[in-house]
């Protein structure tokens, strides 16, 4: 069975820097488009950053890019999202996703991880 | 990017009812469509890709449909279970941009 557990989440003040953690079993990280997305407190989902199967490429939304990154370790089959210069609007549950063979939408989700940015 | 807008933002209806949700694309998407059902407190769970593939495990009274910038998800017959929000997405192209959500309420 597919499973990914996040983790990582949890207060931090703004211009601050956490790293989200998203621990995968029952398959490889690397063999599927992996996607970061997100959700503010009473708000719709926001798709955040995706990390591609064997092509490698990463992919941010604009609100992110240049302050968020994300990556894997394959060794640890677990996808990472390092999240820096945070900002209030940034608060939300970040959930982590696994697409189906060869595509890049969600077909398996983690059950979230709460980032909660203030002073 | 491409813009995903959803319609009704709200829809409140009763059991047994048949609700269609609408999704305008910005530019088409051809079929790369997905339909989400989320719970308060939960994770979204696929419910359809590809517009109208329904995915394994996922009752038949869910539909899907469109192609190119509209398409539509539809319960034929609502059950207590369904009432949620319901989130369309976009997979043609990043990001891979969500609708912003209708709400199905109990009237």
């Known amino acids: 069975d597919v499973q990914l557990l996040e983790s990582g989440g949890g207060l931090v003040q703004p211009g601050g820097s956490l790293r989200l953690s998203c621990a995968a079993s029952g398959f490889t990280v690397n063999s599927y488009a992996m996607t970061w997305v997100r959700q503010a407190p009473g708000q719709g989902l926001e798709w955040v950053a995706a990390f591609t199967g064997s092509a490698s490429v990463t992919y941010y939304a604009d609100s992110v890019k240049g302050r968020f990154t994300v990556s894997r370790d394959t060794s640890k089959n677990t996808l990472y999202l390092q999240m820096n210069s945070l900002r209030a609007e940034d608060t939300a549950v970040y959930f982590c996703?696994?697409?189906?063979?060869?595509?890049?939408?969600?077909?398996?989700w983690g059950q979230g991880t709460l980032v909660t940015v203030s002073s | 990017d491409i813009q995903m807008t959803q319609s009704p933002s709200t829809l409140s209806a009763s059991v047994g009812d048949k609700v269609t949700i609408t999704c305008r694309a910005s530019q088409s998407i051809n079929i790369w469509l997905a339909w989400y059902q989320q719970k308060p407190g939960k994770a979204p769970k696929l419910l359809i890709s590809?517009?109208?593939n329904l995915e394994s495990g996922v009752p038949s009274r869910f539909s899907g449909s469109g192609s190119g910038t509209e398409f539509t998800l539809t319960i034929s017959s609502l059950q207590p279970d369904d009432f949620a929000t319901y989130y369309c997405?976009?997979?043609?192209?990043?990001?891979?941009?969500f609708g912003q959500g209708t709400k199905l309420e109990i009237k």
């Open positions: 590809r517009a109208s």
């Open positions: 997405q976009q997979y043609n192209s990043y990001p891979k941009t």
């Open positions: 996703a696994k697409g189906p063979p060869g595509f890049a939408y969600a077909s398996d």
